[in-house]
């Protein structure tokens, strides 16, 4: 997998959507901005990370915290955008699944080799 492509077009589209919840949820909760807002942080701070896996090694644990970095930005931030556009909260139901891919993909950096 070529994490840096992965990573370039994450971070963009973080950028670009935390531009959408600047200048276009106005008609919003101030929970939901919020929501928001964590939800594009969270997937930039993981884009960053997704960023430096080229720097390592090959490995089934490069591997492991690129999948679910990817996963955990899907699952996290996608939920999360999905039930602010969507006005059903139902839909923010795999937020604590990215959450623990988030986790675990952290976890697997420890097992990394420069």
């Given amino acids: ?3 840096h492509v992965v990573a370039a077009l994450s971070g963009a589209s973080g950028v670009g959507l ?3 919840g600047a200048h276009r949820l106005k008609n919003k909760t101030e929970k939901e901005k919020n929501d928001w807002n964590t939800a594009t942080r969270y997937q930039l701070i993981h884009s960053l990370a ?3 896996l080229p720097a390592y090694q ?3 644990a490069r591997t492991a915290a690129g999948v679910l970095f990817t996963s955990g930005i899907i699952l996290f931030s996608g939920s999360i955008y999905t039930y602010i556009l969507t006005d059903n909260i139902k839909m ?3 937020a604590p699944l990215g959450g623990m891919a988030f986790i675990a993909g952290w976890l697997s950096l420890a097992l990394l080799k420069r």
Avoid: F, K, T
């Fill in 1 to 3: 997998m070529v994490w």
């Fill in 50 to 52: 997704l960023a430096v």
């Fill in 58 to 60: 090959r490995s089934n």
């Fill in 92 to 94: 923010s139901g795999a």
């Fill in 18 to 20: 935390g531009a959408i």
